[in-house]
């Protein structure tokens, strides 16, 4: 393999990477803005400016070749004194208005601004005015003063987004970034430009203004909005999701996730329509009882049905350990009438992330044990069955039938008994004759498996009211840390709801099951153990970036560009 | 600092009593004859210069609006977590405002950090020493509380410009 020095470090490279790539492998950071290793390379920016030997110039890192025996150097007084100017002309026009700006506080300007310059600037005439606050599409605001024409917005759209949406218009210091003309930027993956925006001239209308990034605490998660499970990072602050933000892993997602994804799929959480404690039907009406009475209830009454009269409806938004244990409940109480619902959105799909399957583990929930059993009754089956009254009773993990349409709505109408676990009320919980409120997915451990079959980890990054941030080991803000109970910070909405295989555990007692565990990741141990699919597997070796479960035959997952 | 001296090592003079009793006293009138400080507050007001660290006021411009565009630097450098701000747009061309800022009078330590981190002179230190509450939510000072008509501030913020 060719060598390249690089601040008296030999590195190794590939034929064909460049000194920005090549250093980035060993380790060493090259300061860039327009760069991004998944772009194409524009070097515009001209803060990777660094001194190789023998030649004349300071080069771009970003565009120029590695090759044998280079020797690079990357802090030489030449590179530094280039750095400062470039930061200098870059801040020439650059209104400065970080106490305005959602990105400050992990702006790269203010970073390299930090590291890179000495501070001064000798421009004393008045600044450029561009527009500020201007609406490019119906998820992004521009602020053209912001922007250090780095392109890295322009590319994506063109390269990654495959719309050609974006331009920059006129020359100088009067360039700036526009649609083109009677178009709109809004396609499906636009606020990726605010994540990769090195600035913060593209900021998020959803996001815009509702917290300083120091605020928050932010936990690795998986998304819930379809079966792709792009690895994602959630925000909270004041034990409230504030914002998704996409988190690097080449297999399943690289540095990108869909916009649908990322405004849709945590609003719920916090939702004034959240479950808040057990309730069971009496005259009509849902009223709250306590844990005991609803689950006694649930068990009197499943008891007063044949085993051929009940079905158990798992669920693809629910985690692997919930379905598994769901599906063992059915195993002892002799239920074979086991599946889950399917939810595909035909032709809702793009050829970068989005998938049809809006749901984010139906793979996992059908290897964790949710399909049927000895002749039992597969998904349409059951509701057939329950439009005619041959199954009386339902009991449903997470998810809202009614919710697929009318049709079900009626047919659960039908039900002499259903019993629900939801996060949020819905129009199934509208039938129900017992609630129970189950942990949403950033209140709770588990794993995902995605279409490709990767285990994916789910991290708590809200409370409930039965955990606790520091007890849990949760990842905490400032706020978090130091709020005492006085603290009005510190009383976001908390509600009392359970990892639906706690409550499914509890209720196994009742029937005689001695499904005990204390934690998500004692489930887990017990279904690798049991489950050829999830065999050696572990929270641990799962970790941040997932792992393949075994024995399925899928479709390799193919690398995304 | 005088030495405290033990029993046994007092001399004869001190041990007679009389005369430091005498010294004593000589002060007590002395004193009786000097200029009064004390103050008969609540009476009479102790008027604070400029220098004075009283406790944090936002700075409401003559058009009724306050300097604060809700940055959350006072926020962050407060070191005893005493400010909460949430920010939100407004049509102003300052973009954002405090939709909300409290700050929790229980835990504030009149550093002045907050004003001294502050870009947009937005926070000051104010005179008024005058604090009492009857609860811990009577603590919490709004916006309501904080604000303060910036000619009411004309000291403070001249210090500001002469002495930061
Ligand atoms: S808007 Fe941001 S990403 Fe786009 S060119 Fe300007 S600085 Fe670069
Ligand atoms: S592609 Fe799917 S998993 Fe990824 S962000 Fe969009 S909805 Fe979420
Ligand atoms: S004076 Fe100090 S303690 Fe009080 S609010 Fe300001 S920064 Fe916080
Ligand atoms: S530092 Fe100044 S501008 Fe920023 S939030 Fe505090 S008072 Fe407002």
């Known amino acids: 393999m060719p060598k390249i020095t690089i601040d008296g470090k030999e590195l190794e490279f590939k034929q064909g990477q460049t000194i920005i790539e090549a250093a980035k492998q060993g380790g060493i950071d090259i300061p860039h803005f327009c760069w991004h290793s998944s772009l194409s390379v524009s070097g515009n920016c001209r803060i990777c400016l660094v001194e190789v030997e023998k030649l004349p110039k300071l080069v771009i890192a970003c565009s120029t070749l590695a090759a044998d025996g280079m020797v690079v150097q990357t802090a030489s007084q030449k590179t530094l004194d280039a750095r400062n100017a470039v930061m200098e002309f870059i801040l020439i026009n650059h209104p400065l208005d970080c106490p305005i700006c959602d990105e400050a506080g992990e702006c790269k300007l203010q970073d390299y601004a930090y590291e890179h310059s000495v501070g001064e600037s000798r421009f004393v005439e008045e600044k450029n005015h561009k527009d500020k606050r201007v609406q490019l599409g119906p998820r992004i605001m521009f602020d053209g003063e912001r922007c250090i024409s780095c392109s890295r917005c322009i590319r994506f759209s063109d390269e990654i987004a495959g719309k050609n949406q974006l331009t920059f218009v006129k020359r100088g210091d009067r360039v700036t970034i526009t649609t083109f003309p009677g178009e709109s930027f809004d396609n499906n993956y636009t606020l990726n430009t605010v994540d990769i925006c090195p600035v913060g001239a593209l900021t998020s209308a959803d996001f815009r203004f509702k917290s300083r990034v120091w605020e928050m605490s932010a936990t690795d998660s998986v998304c819930v909005g379809c079966s792709r499970g792009c690895n994602t990072e959630v925000w909270v602050r004041d034990n409230k999701i504030q914002r998704l933000t996409p988190r690097h892993n080449e297999a399943v997602n690289s540095h990108w996730m869909c916009d649908y994804g990322r405004l849709n799929t945590f609003k719920f959480v916090n939702d004034e329509t959240r479950v808040d404690g057990p309730s069971i039907r009496r005259e009509g009406q849902l009223i709250k009882v306590s844990w005991d009475e609803a689950l006694n209830l649930a068990h009197d009454r499943l008891r007063e049905f044949k085993t051929s009269e009940i079905a158990f409806i798992g669920s693809a938004f629910a985690t692997a350990e919930d379905n598994y244990l769901f599906a063992r409940l059915a195993k002892h109480m002799g239920v074979h009438n086991i599946d889950f619902a399917r939810h595909i959105a035909h032709g809702d799909f793009d050829n970068l992330l989005l998938l049809e399957d809006k749901t984010p583990n139906s793979l996992g929930a059908e290897l964790a044990g949710i399909k049927p059993e000895h002749g039992g009754l597969s998904f349409d089956e059951i509701m057939e069955a329950v439009k005619i009254k041959k199954i009386k009773a339902l009991y449903i993990l997470e998810d809202d039938l009614a919710g697929l349409g009318e049709e079900y709505a009626a047919a659960l109408g039908k039900l002499d008994l259903l019993i629900v676990h939801a996060v949020n009320y819905n129009k199934t919980t509208d039938y129900a004759d017992v609630v129970l409120p189950s942990a949403a997915f950033a209140e709770k451990n588990g794993i995902f498996v995605n279409f490709a079959g990767t285990a994916q980890r789910l991290k708590p990054a809200t409370t409930t009211l039965e955990t606790d941030r520091a007890l849990d080991g949760m990842s905490m803000s400032r706020w978090d840390v130091f709020g005492t109970k006085f603290d009005r910070w510190a009383n976001g909405s908390r509600y009392d709801a359970r990892p639906s295989w706690r409550i499914v555990s509890m209720l196994s007692q009742k029937f005689g099951l001695k499904l005990k565990f204390q934690m998500a990741e004692e489930v887990f141990r017990s279904l690798s153990e049991h489950n050829k699919h999830f065999e050696g597997l572990d929270y641990d070796n799962i970790g941040r970036k997932g792992a393949l479960v075994k024995n399925i035959s899928l479709p390799v997952p193919e690398k995304i560009k | ?164």
């Open chain 2, 1 to 164: 600092m005088p030495v405290k001296k033990r029993k046994k090592d007092l001399n004869l003079m001190e041990n007679l009593y009389i005369p430091e009793i005498a010294k004593g006293l000589a002060l007590t009138f002395k004193t009786m004859f000097k200029p009064k400080v004390t103050m008969e507050y609540p009476e009479v007001k102790f008027q604070p210069p400029a220098s004075y660290r009283g406790r944090p006021v936002l700075v409401q411009e003559e058009s009724g609006v306050e300097r604060c565009v809700a940055c959350g630097l006072c926020s962050r450098v407060c070191p005893a977590l005493a400010i909460e701000v949430r920010a939100s747009e407004t049509e102003l061309e300052k973009e954002r405002y405090p939709e909300k800022f409290e700050i929790n009078m229980l835990r504030c330590i009149f550093c002045g950090f907050c004003e001294e981190v502050c870009p947009e002179e937005a926070i000051v230190m104010s005179k008024d020493y005058e604090l009492v509450f009857t609860d811990r939510e009577d603590a919490i000072y709004g916006k309501d509380k904080l604000l303060v008509p910036v000619a009411n501030l004309k000291d403070r913020l001249e210090f500001l410009r002469n002495f930061k």
